[in-house]
């Protein structure tokens, strides 16, 4: 049975657009990849990185992670209000919520600092999601 991961990103999706590029580049047809974005913009440029479906908005997201094997995302769309207000309290409340196992970038544009965790480009957290974190999530899933 395909696996489904949810890759969820707001803002203009570059970070989602990527991660979704590099894994079905790894990955094909195997995994069924889920472009959630907090606006349209950010679903549409996940579609046009290869995801095989796409939907936006805090009903989309709060539904749709509930049957997911896995989601992944920037840190900051478990924080309410993140990305200028675009996650919803119930955005980050269901995705924080679920059973799923999530994969998270230490990337933000808030004014948090994550003490503790090395910066690192996004090429590289992304190898690293691509290479070594998916394989732990498909092989116990």
């Known amino acids: 049975m395909q696996k489904k991961i949810c890759v969820i990103d707001g803002q203009g999706g570059g970070i989602g ?3 979704i590029k590099y894994l079905k580049e790894a990955y ?3 995994i069924e990849l889920i472009g959630l974005g907090t606006n349209a913009i950010a679903t549409a440029q996940m579609l046009k990185s290869g995801a095989n ?3 936006s908005g ?18 900051s769309v478990t924080w309410p209000n993140a ?10 409340e269901a995705i924080m919520s679920c059973g799923d196992v999530k994969i998270l970038l230490p990337l933000t544009q808030e004014k948090v600092v994550i003490v503790g965790v090395v910066r690192e480009p996004l090429p590289h957290m992304v190898q690293s999601v691509v290479e070594e974190k998916i394989k732990e999530v498909l092989k116990n899933v």
Do not use: F, H, Q, Y
Request: net charge negative; glycine share 10%.
């Open 53 to 55: 479906r796409g939907a």
């Open 83 to 92: 990305m200028l207000g675009e996650v919803t309290p119930k955005m980050s």
């Open 28 to 30: 094909g047809e195997s």
């Open 17 to 19: 657009a990527t991660l």
């Open 58 to 75: 805090e009903n989309a997201i709060c539904r749709t992670v509930t049957d997911a094997d896995c989601i992944i995302g920037p840190i």
